[in-house]
């Protein structure tokens, strides 16, 4: 792209932002990409660290939210066509090809907020700023995210930035200081594998987190569970929304 090319597309709350950041740089203080994050970053900018605890998804993966015939013959279908290509695909198609037809058909969407897909978001700190786009949040507002309660992150193939388990806890970490909650869920996928996260604040910079089993998006039970447990956390935003929180 040209500059003005650039130029022309810029809105002024992107260039006020631009900026801003710009303006931090110059003072020294040092932005991250969530793209970016690596285990050494996280470990860096925060006290940060894995727990295990066997019950703490047990009020998001045992629900009682029920399946319909017709979305189970949607899932099943969908199985049939891209179960054998999952492993080949790059980025861009997985997220086309297989986890799209997912997420719109639990249809994120509604008067008060939506699915947003490479959103950009900054938290900034006297110390550093956590700046870049996120591969996929539901949030508060219509037009710009203004208020994220849940995180996607998607295994990149860039060999350096691979990992997509620090690029989430970074957006979650982002996502409970600027809310000022206690705890934010997640996931993050690796090709066929999907992993829920929950992340708690302990407090300011120090976090506990919670990654929970595989599911194998290939198999139609695990499949059909990722289902239910976004549908989970769609309801739950609803309820959240409807409280003020």
């Not at 990992?163 to 993050?188: F, H």
């Not at 120090?206 to 499949?223: A, E, G, R, V």
Request: avoid cysteine; proline fraction near 2%.
């Amino acid at each position: 792209m040209s500059i003005e090319q650039f130029l022309k597309h810029i809105t002024l709350e992107q260039l006020q932002e631009f900026t801003r950041l710009k303006e931090l740089e110059n003072n020294n203080i040092k932005t991250y990409s969530f793209s970016k994050m690596r285990d050494s970053e996280l470990n860096q900018l925060f006290d940060i660290e894995q727990k295990i605890n066997k019950n703490i998804f047990n009020s998001w993966f045992d629900n009682d939210i029920s399946i319909t015939k017709d979305i189970y013959n949607f899932l099943e279908e969908l199985l049939e066509e891209e179960k054998e290509y999952i492993s080949f695909y790059d980025e861009e198609d997985l997220k086309m090809r297989f986890l799209s037809p997912i997420l719109l058909k639990v249809n994120f969407k509604n008067s008060d907020f939506r699915d947003f897909y490479d959103e950009k978001l900054v938290y900034k700190t006297e110390e550093f700023i956590l700046n870049g786009e996120v591969d996929f949040t539901i949030s508060t507002s219509l037009r710009v995210a203004k208020k994220p309660y849940f995180f996607i992150q998607e295994f990149k193939r860039a060999e350096d930035y691979s990992n997509p388990r620090p690029q989430l806890l970074a957006e979650l970490i982002a996502g409970v200081e600027l809310n000022s909650w206690d705890s934010i869920k997640g996931a993050y996928i690796v090709g066929a594998i999907w992993n829920f996260v929950i992340l708690q604040r302990v407090k300011k910079h120090t976090y506990n987190y919670y990654i929970s089993q595989n599911f194998d998006s290939t198999k139609i039970d695990d499949l059909t569970d990722i289902y239910k447990n976004l549908l989970f956390v769609k309801n739950e935003i609803i309820e959240m929304v409807k409280k003020g929180i």
